[in-house]
């Protein structure tokens, strides 16, 4: 079993930065992929990005692609997820969701982390 908590949303103004930190506890040598999403309330959840846990490979999504990096430190079993150039439509609760090798699903969720952009 791996637990999850995100840390790092907060108020911000259209072009400043944030970065969201996902600490993965308990059998983290199990976690294989790590994925953030985020969701604005009655919208569909939308997939930002995700990190091979082992390679460090990472995927984003075309709407934060160039603004949004992804990364993890291993050896603090944490995930980041660095937002610069934010936009005000960026504002949505931002989660991350871990899976284990062979699983193809997330079986692990973060807590969520309202981010919330002003014009």
């Known amino acids: 079993q791996v637990q999850l908590e995100e840390s790092g949303g907060g108020l911000v103004q259209a072009g400043g930065s944030l970065r969201l930190s996902c600490a993965a506890y308990?059998?983290?040598?199990?976690?294989?992929?790590m994925v953030w999403f985020r969701q604005v309330p009655g919208k569909e959840r939308e997939f930002v990005g995700s990190?091979?846990?082992?390679?460090?490979?990472?995927e984003h999504a075309d709407s934060v692609r160039g603004r949004f990096t992804i990364s993890r430190d291993r050896a603090k079993n944490t995930g980041y997820l660095q937002l610069n150039r934010l936009k005000t439509e960026d504002t949505a609760i931002y989660y991350c969701?871990?899976?284990?090798?062979?699983?193809?699903?997330?079986?692990?969720w973060g807590q969520g982390t309202q981010v919330t952009v002003s014009s």
């Open positions: 990190i091979s846990w082992s390679s460090g490979s990472t």
């Open positions: 308990g059998r983290t040598f199990d976690l294989y992929r």
């Open positions: 969701a871990g899976e284990p090798a062979g699983a193809g699903s997330f079986q692990w």
